[in-house]
């Protein structure tokens, strides 16, 4: 199986960057990562240069279909997770799902891995949330059988737009923000953890089953900036703003910066008051759950990969 073809669409991303890396630790030797990120495929190509990396618009028809009539395993990592432009999350998390979709129907792909999110069960309604619903429905209504995993919020190695983008502002920042009281549940899935479950598809061949991938430790936001603080040593303080206060600053940033690494319309999905549901999937996939506090030693402190930086 090691041996056999594994395409990842969008796998210069969180997920992708950190799947490679498992992947090959357990012998996986053609791995093809396709991915229109021109910064962060060189990235990859540097740490892996044995793998496939190819600069492929996957909205766009295109010769990067062709190594799709080679592919055992296919797994949909694509997505657009920020910004203010409805049309790039429509692009990118509708129109691509349709192009690679119908790559797997051509190239008669034997597996599918689909990698959705948990907000398609979160009371938000924002550009993100609404177009991942959509994407879930055209995957689930392609005749194409599948497991999706709906993961919640990620962190690890690579981590651009969530925790690693706050453990940078922190180091950098004498005055840490918290929006209101910061007692807003999360639970945040160690990116690892993750991986091996992907990797437990592939290799156990699961082909259906729709799986929450939530974080089983409960965390609130204002603790999380806490664990990240002592982990990484950061001097920042924090301090609690009024949340109006931080929205109207957030909005402010929106003006100036076509891609935020924050949004208001993130800034409201984290105050939702979302509850995932939390599944044996260490039972189901064979995967241990790694602690918090362990994640986040893991994260921080790893002598390659902790100080890899992405770009958004």
């Not at 209504?141 to 453990?167: N, Y």
């Not at 109207?248 to 995932?276: I, M």
Request: hydrophobic share 45%.
């Amino acid at each position: 199986m090691t041996k056999q073809t594994i395409i990842l669409p969008g796998g210069a991303g969180l997920v992708g960057q950190n799947l490679v890396a498992r992947l090959k630790a357990r012998g996986y030797t053609d791995i093809v990562v396709l991915d229109k990120h021109k910064a962060n495929l060189v990235v990859l190509s540097h740490m892996h240069p044995d793998i496939h990396t190819e600069y492929a618009d996957l909205a766009e028809d295109g010769a990067w279909t062709r190594h799709f009539s080679e592919a055992r395993a296919v797994v949909m990592l694509q997505a657009q997770i920020g910004g203010n432009a409805y049309s790039d999350f429509e692009r990118n998390n509708l129109t691509a799902t349709q192009r690679v979709l119908d790559a797997i129907r051509a190239g008669n792909v034997e597996q599918l891995v689909h990698i959705s999110s948990s907000v398609v069960e979160s009371v938000a309604d924002d550009f993100y949330t609404q177009t991942k619903k959509a994407q879930e429905r055209m995957v689930l209504e392609s005749g194409i059988a599948c497991p999706v995993l709906r993961p919640t919020l990620m962190f690890g190695w690579f981590d651009r737009k969530h925790l690693g983008w706050l453990s940078r502002f922190m180091k950098k920042m004498p005055v840490f923000p918290i929006p209101g009281n910061g007692r807003y549940l999360r639970q945040p899935l160690y990116v690892g953890d993750f991986c091996n479950i992907i990797i437990s598809c592939i290799e156990n061949r699961i082909t259906q089953g729709v799986f929450n991938i939530s974080g089983h430790d409960k965390v609130d936001y204002i603790d999380i900036i806490r664990g990240i603080k002592h982990v990484t040593g950061a001097s920042s303080l924090i301090l609690k703003i009024p949340f109006s206060l931080f929205y109207g600053l957030l909005w402010v940033w929106g003006l100036f910066d076509r891609d935020p690494p924050f949004t208001t319309q993130q800034l409201q999905a984290l105050v939702a008051k979302d509850e995932f549901e939390v599944i044996d999937w260490p039972g189901i996939f064979g995967v241990r759950s790694t602690a918090f506090e362990l994640a986040l030693q893991e994260t921080f402190c790893d002598p390659v990969y902790s100080n890899v930086v992405l770009e958004f």
